[in-house]
């Protein structure tokens, strides 16, 4: 069984500020890594993912995710954020050689404030 | 053009009634989802089909029954609707469900709320 618990429900930050979302993981097996984010009134987004190879992952919008396997954390980080950056962000967990069945944690809600 | 379109946005509606929700894809997947996301924004797998056939069925009760008449179709048919059932429906899809790296794609939500 999997489970993803994302640490803080809520993180406001200041614009152009950098800002770490944490994410911990719990698997019996081996699972690919997503973040996914949710804008207001939307579906969710692929923002990226870490399959294997190098751990430090890039994605969309400037945003970068980090695999520890050690610790178990896939945390996501900005360098400097945009008041656009505003939405829940979801981790995610799918086991590897099974169907594609994405666990999520509960999100956390970024607010950006000017 | 929208990817993965789904209606109605919005269904409100009373306990005890019955209810659709429907969910289009036009990218050509083999596998669609249902998800579910309650009050504190949780989200939770409900059914997933691939090449209309059920392969993933999450202890759903059964007033839950989803229906796919064809792979660019996924529907989710709901009986006897219970206050709890008050969330929002995501439909998704994803080009194969055996490659379970592949990004999903989603739309944007159908909010249903039981009163």
């Known amino acids: 069984a999997q489970s993803v618990t994302q640490l803080d429900s809520q993180v406001p930050v200041f614009e152009e500020a950098p800002v770490e979302l944490r994410c911990n993981y719990s698997?019996?097996?081996?699972?690919?890594l997503f973040w996914y984010v949710q804008y207001p009134n939307q579906g969710l987004q692929l923002l990226l993912k870490?399959?294997?190879?190098?751990?430090l992952v890039k994605g969309i919008n400037g945003f970068e995710a980090e695999f520890n396997k050690s610790q178990t954390s896939f945390h996501l980080r900005k360098p400097s954020v945009h008041i656009s950056d505003t939405a829940e962000y979801f981790c995610a967990v799918s086991p590897r050689g099974g169907y594609n069945k994405l666990i999520f944690g509960a999100g956390t809600r970024l607010a950006v404030h000017p | 053009d929208t990817a993965v379109s789904q209606t109605p946005k919005y269904l409100v509606t009373q306990m005890g009634n019955d209810k659709s929700i429907k969910c289009e894809q036009n990218l050509g997947h083999d596998t669609m989802y249902w998800y579910k996301q309650d009050s504190k924004k949780f989200l939770k797998i409900m059914f997933s089909y691939n090449n209309k056939e059920l392969i993933i069925n999450e202890t759903v009760p059964n007033r839950f029954s989803p229906k796919s008449p064809d792979k660019a179709h996924l529907n989710l048919h709901i009986n006897s609707l219970e206050l709890g059932d008050s969330a929002v429906y995501f439909c998704?899809?994803?080009?194969?469900?055996?490659?379970?790296?592949?990004?999903?794609?989603f739309g944007s939500g159908t909010q249903l709320s039981v009163l």
């Open positions: 870490y399959l294997s190879g190098s751990t």
């Open positions: 998704a899809s994803s080009q194969d469900a055996a490659r379970s790296y592949e990004k999903l794609f």
């Open positions: 698997s019996s097996v081996s699972v690919y």
